[in-house]
């Protein structure tokens, strides 16, 4: 079946030539990646969007990533993504409405300071626009410590959206460990002012379910196996799990540590399965093992791009439709393209 899928992907792929470019997420399963011009983490897939002059992007990915490539790319380009059902959790816990109501009250507990809004590349369209229209901008994984200090260079607060996680390891990462507040929108006692007033950093409290599941027993039990094993973590994790592992890093980062590792080195990665899993692959010199031995952490939004929906919308294509076109409403485009140019030029 596979053979034959494989067949059908290059054949519609040699008709439509130049026209069409496959981008993929690290965390892709390897039916994906394999078809994919360029695989990468969520800020080097922005970059390739933005320099790609094809007339047609297809997103190996989530659908903030294909959204974020709409903005990014030219009127002329069209973005698809190959399942519509293919949605980040963690950039639904920030909604723009949630987070108009809540800038309100955060700004109101803090009258006399300037209060910078970042979201993480991980959100919708119109709460980048928010962020943007608030003098905020956009950050990934690889970049937040520099967004903050661009934020903390115009302003004296940050709000950050919406993975507490991240916030919390940049702000350690800043050395400002201990001037963080966390807002939870969903609980009363969640949202207090005071806190507000005093913190510099405001987090808002929203995760991602396939990083927070990490624990730090996880990574005794690795180095219990084998003490030589070596633990590097995703910043989305808790910071305790930063903490006790040997490095963070986004997924591109992680690739990087990898690469880069002597043969017979053992590495143990506390991400997302299916970059475990290419690493292995990628890599059979260095020995390298899933933080949570046989634990399930996979990302079911990434999972829903199947193979058989790529085959589809590659032939749909040579066939003359679009299907599953990622379209940014306009009134939201401009603005969100400038809190992602903010990010590209930090
Ligand atoms: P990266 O930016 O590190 O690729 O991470 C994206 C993501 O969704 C992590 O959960
Ligand atoms: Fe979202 Fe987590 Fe999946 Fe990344 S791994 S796309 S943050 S749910």
């Known amino acids: 079946e596979e053979a034959e899928r494989t067949q059908r992907i290059e054949a519609a792929l040699e008709e439509l030539g130049d026209e069409v470019v496959i981008l993929g997420h690290n965390y892709q399963r390897r039916e994906i990646v394999e078809h994919a011009d360029f695989v990468g983490d969520s800020y080097q897939l922005s970059v390739e969007a933005a320099e790609s002059d094809a007339e047609y992007v297809i997103f190996g990915g989530v659908t903030f990533m294909a959204e974020s490539a709409d903005i990014i790319t030219d009127d002329d380009q069209t973005v698809i993504l190959p399942s519509m059902e293919a949605s980040c959790p963690m950039a639904?816990?920030?909604?723009?409405?949630?987070?108009?109501?809540?800038?309100?009250e955060?700004?109101?507990?803090?009258p006399d300071s300037d209060i910078i809004p970042i979201t993480?590349?991980?959100?919708?369209?119109?709460?980048?626009?928010?962020c943007a229209s608030q003098g905020g901008l956009v950050c990934t994984s690889s970049?937040?410590?520099?967004?903050?200090?661009?934020a903390f260079d115009r302003g004296d607060k940050v709000l950050f959206l919406p993975d507490k996680h991240l916030g919390e390891n940049t702000a350690?990462?800043?050395?400002m460990e201990d001037r963080v507040a966390t807002w939870d929108p969903w609980d009363p006692e969640g949202k207090d002012p005071e806190a507000v007033a005093e913190a510099d950093i405001i987090c808002w409290d929203g995760y991602c379910q396939v990083h927070e599941r990490f624990r730090v027993e996880h990574i005794e039990k690795v180095r219990e196996e084998n003490p030589d094993t070596k633990v590097i973590v995703h910043p989305e994790c808790r910071r305790e799990v930063v903490e006790a592992a040997d490095k963070a890093g986004s997924t591109a980062d992680i690739c990087r540590t990898v690469e880069e590792a002597d043969p017979g080195d053992t590495w143990a990665?506390?991400?997302?399965?299916?970059l475990t899993r290419h690493l292995q692959r990628w890599h059979p010199d260095v020995e390298v093992l899933p933080?949570?031995?046989?634990?399930?952490?996979?990302c079911n939004a990434m999972r829903q791009i199947d193979p058989n929906y790529l085959t589809w919308v590659l032939e749909e294509l040579v066939a003359g439709r679009e299907r599953n076109v990622i379209e940014v409403a306009p009134e939201e485009k401009e603005l969100a393209k400038v809190?992602?140019?903010?990010?590209l030029e930090v």
Do not use: P
């Open 92 to 104: 639904g816990m920030a909604e723009a409405l949630q987070v108009d109501a809540a800038w309100a």
């Open 106 to 110: 955060i700004t109101a507990a803090a």
């Open 120 to 130: 993480y590349m991980n959100s919708y369209a119109d709460l980048k626009a928010f």
């Open 143 to 150: 970049n937040a410590h520099r967004a903050f200090e661009w």
């Open 172 to 175: 350690h990462r800043l050395g």
């Open 269 to 274: 990665i506390g991400t997302e399965i299916h």
């Open 291 to 298: 933080l949570c031995g046989d634990a399930c952490m996979d």
């Open 339 to 343: 809190a992602l140019e903010r990010m």
